[in-house]
């Protein structure tokens, strides 16, 4: 029986269930995703991808007798049932199956195999949530849930697979919800978000690694046998390896081929595995990490996981990314400034780092307004006794977190006086808070010295030096909250960064018992998330960028706080080239906080034109970040046309589609990228010449997105062409310019 129809209300036409043949059959517009319940109640994967029709794809699985692939007992004398080579839908431990696995359980009488049956199902209209963790939300209108429950024999313990099915949005989301239903305590020691087994499938693994300052850098390599992992054991989703992750066809490229995205909007620990098995089939796993991790849930006591965020392209990576952008900005970030205009700031931290005073922030904040930005940003070093150091180098990061008190001897009047001043000359005022941190030479510290992470006896662990607070507490939490409340309460504040500069260390808590310390990295995670929470409920209009030393916590989790992320504390130009360009595959362009800033360049000595930064800075979400009193007034005049050429673009980047036109990787001459309107009346084509050489070759770049029979004006020359020139006949790069030189075009539908 078919239990939804595939007409009338839109959300109803994407989940199916055949009770004769047991499939289930989830439906986007453009991607299809099967399973089927088989013998011994076994949950196995049929199919993701392309949309087939009415076939159910039991085809696909063969049973052959295989040597040293074990049979269930009640398989009996058949030796072709073997859940070491069948595809699962979700797979448990201990139980035949030889893989990596989806899902292992201590057990209090040591054992630790779960063997997972289908029980039964359920649909409902509307998108799932889990409780205290970010992910996707769904109207009954956009998303269905499909809620499947496997359980354990011997334990009880029920595991629900859930499935959030986007139809319009060509998305499926995935979580695990555990039940403890039965009578003794079980230790969680594996939970992964969700499984996916590919039948032969030879693929390659897209990947986004890089380090601290060089974030999201993009390598595409062939998936081995073997496992292959990316991961993060730093508490944090980190900026050595991002949470998400592309598997594709060897072919895929830009604009053709298959291509899967798995986003996990987690902002802790996680891992996603894959492993190319004897068989040549592909199986992916992705979750919270295993390491250091284990949850134990009494009779009664419910784990959910965190979100995977699901996508399929048949037209290549370009379409892949576009399909995650409108995701995100439709149906993950709540902020309201995911459409309305944000205002462009500029931010005191490179101008000043630690040495100002409420005169030099006053200046920076009048030179702004003079060339129209709409906000001053005070950076890190306002509270405590956050002052420059007796080096002369004005960089006294050892002190003062976990005071959230203004420093008075440096912004004398305190900060209402202040923001008042600036606000009074038509600014808004952005502040930057440091929340989950604690400086050993603070008050906070002197006075609850066990509110840090510490492991009994060890010696601490120190980065920047500073300390993760113990934010599975409550009282820690509450206790840092509140004094940001009073700051926030004092003032106008229109702009909130919250950053993390150090990695998750010394893990442990003392307020959790020995047999609980595994569930403190996930508690942190749960932790930041409450905190957040509270901030942007309290504060509904408040803009919030996120950070983590620039880059280190751009998840798809943060996403649903934060529209906004610091992309890296590298500013260069030339750097974020290939740093915007990693994020791009997963992320919206908007959440990507990019700035102009000085040159010679503070993380690379590079200099670049003033025209290449505010290009490069317009792919993300646009402000300045340098000692604007410094500017000449060419440059003056130059940033004012940067700012309201920025502001007549906006809505592209909000909302447009984005195109990848080069790849930085492949093409050392120039990179390109495009911006679309969704009505296809207008794009934008920006980009940097890297290099010229005399007697140059002449780059065509060819345009995307367009409708071929219209036509459309160049701004700057007048020329019309058709949307089919435009895509298919390219237009010349401007030749003999020199290095580092922005591209510029903009066309409209004439
Ligand atoms: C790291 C951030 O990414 C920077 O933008 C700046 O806010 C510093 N922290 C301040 O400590």
Redesign the pocket.
């Known amino acids: 029986m078919i239990i939804s129809v595939f007409w009338g209300n839109k959300a109803m036409k994407s989940i199916n269930y055949n009770e004769k043949t047991k499939v289930f059959t989830l439906r986007t517009k453009n991607s299809m995703y099967q399973m089927q319940v088989v013998e011994y109640e076994t949950l196995v994967h049929l199919y993701y991808g392309a949309d087939i029709g009415d076939t159910e794809a039991s085809h696909r699985i063969v049973c052959l007798d295989r040597g040293f692939s074990g049979n269930p007992y009640e398989a009996g004398a058949d030796r072709t049932f073997s859940l070491d080579v069948l595809p699962q839908e979700y797979s448990g431990y201990g139980n035949g199956d030889y893989r990596i696995n989806g899902i292992e359980v201590g057990h209090e009488d040591g054992s630790d195999a779960v063997h997972l049956r289908y029980e039964s199902y359920r649909t409902s209209k509307g998108k799932y949530s889990l409780e205290g963790l970010p992910c996707m939300f769904g109207t009954e209108d956009e998303a269905e849930t499909l809620d499947i429950t496997l359980y354990d024999r011997i334990t009880d313990l029920k595991v629900h697979l859930l499935y959030g099915v986007f139809y319009d949005l060509d998305v499926i989301t995935r979580a695990v919800r555990l039940e403890n239903k039965g009578e003794d305590t079980v230790t969680i020691q594996r939970a992964m978000s969700m499984e996916m087994d590919y039948t032969n499938k030879h693929m390659d693994l897209i990947h986004f690694y890089g380090r601290h300052t060089m974030e999201r850098l993009t390598e595409r390599l062939p998936l081995h046998h073997g496992v292959q992992s990316v991961e993060s054991k730093r508490g944090m989703s980190s900026h050595q390896h991002n949470p998400f992750v592309i598997l594709c066809d060897k072919m895929t490229s830009e604009k053709h081929g298959d291509c899967f995205g798995f986003a996990l909007a987690y902002s802790g620990n996680y891992r996603c595995e894959i492993e190319v098995d004897q068989m040549e089939q592909t199986r992916l796993v992705m979750g919270i990490h295993p390491y250091h991790f284990s949850f134990r849930l009494n009779t009664g006591d419910v784990f959910e996981t965190p979100e995977v965020i699901m996508a399929y392209s048949d037209c290549g990576l370009g379409k892949l990314s576009r399909i995650y952008h409108d995701a995100y900005r439709s149906n993950l970030i709540r902020s309201k400034y995911v459409t309305s205009p944000r205002p462009i700031l500029v931010?005191n931290?490179e101008a000043t780092y630690f040495d100002f005073d409420e005169e030099k922030l006053f200046n920076i904040a009048k030179a702004a307004k003079d060339i129209g930005l709409d906000m001053f940003v005070l950076?890190?070093?306002w509270f405590g006794k956050r002052n420059t150091d007796d080096s002369g180098l004005g960089d006294d990061?050892n002190s003062g977190l976990g005071d959230w008190v203004v420093n008075e001897e440096k912004i004398k009047g305190g900060l209402p006086k202040l923001v008042k001043k600036i606000n009074g000359i038509g600014m808004k005022f952005g502040i930057?808070i440091?929340p989950e941190m604690v400086s050993e030479d603070s008050g906070l510290y002197r006075e609850h010295p066990d509110w840090v992470l510490k492991i009994p006896q060890r010696s601490l662990m120190r980065s920047r030096h500073q300390l993760n607070l113990d934010i599975t507490r409550k009282e820690v939490r509450d206790h840092v909250m509140k004094q940001i409340f009073r700051v926030l309460d004092s003032c106008k504040v229109d702009y909130v960064?919250w950053?993390m500069?150090r990695s998750v260390g010394n893990v442990y808590s003392a307020a959790l018992p020995s047999e609980r310390q595994g569930e403190v990295y996930h508690r942190y995670v749960l932790g930041v998330y409450e905190m957040m929470e509270q901030l942007v409920s309290r504060y509904p209009d408040l803009l919030f960028e996120n950070?983590?030393?620039?880059g280190g916590r751009f998840d798809a989790g943060m996403l649903y706080y934060s529209p906004q992320i610091?992309c890296s504390?590298n500013t260069d130009a030339i750097d974020r080239l290939k740093i915007q360009y990693g994020t791009s595959f997963g992320y919206p362009i908007s959440t990507m906080g990019a700035h102009v800033s000085v040159c010679p360049n503070h993380q690379t000595g590079r200099t670049t034109p003033f025209e290449t930064r505010a290009v490069v800075a317009s792919a993300g979400t646009f402000g300045y970040e340098l000692d604007l009193e410094h500017l000449s007034s060419e440059e003056k005049e130059m940033a004012r046309k940067q700012i309201s050429e920025y502001k007549e673009m906006e809505h592209l980047v909000q909302t447009g589609d984005y195109y990848r036109l080069s790849d930085p990787y492949r093409n050392h001459d120039y990179v390109v990228w495009q911006f679309v309107s969704k009505d296809k009346k207008e794009t934008v084509v920006n980009g940097v010449q890297l290099r010229n050489e005399a007697n140059p070759h002449i780059h065509l770049i060819y345009l995307e997105g367009l409708e071929p029979e219209a036509h459309y004006e160049d701004e700057k020359t007048g020329y019309v062409y058709t949307g089919a020139a435009l895509m298919k006949a390219g237009i010349p790069l401007p030749v003999g310019v020199g290095d580092y030189q922005p591209i510029q075009f903009k066309f409209r539908m004439s």
């Open positions: 931010n931290w950076d890190d070093g990061d930057w440091e960064k950053d500069n950070c983590c030393g620039g610091w504390d």
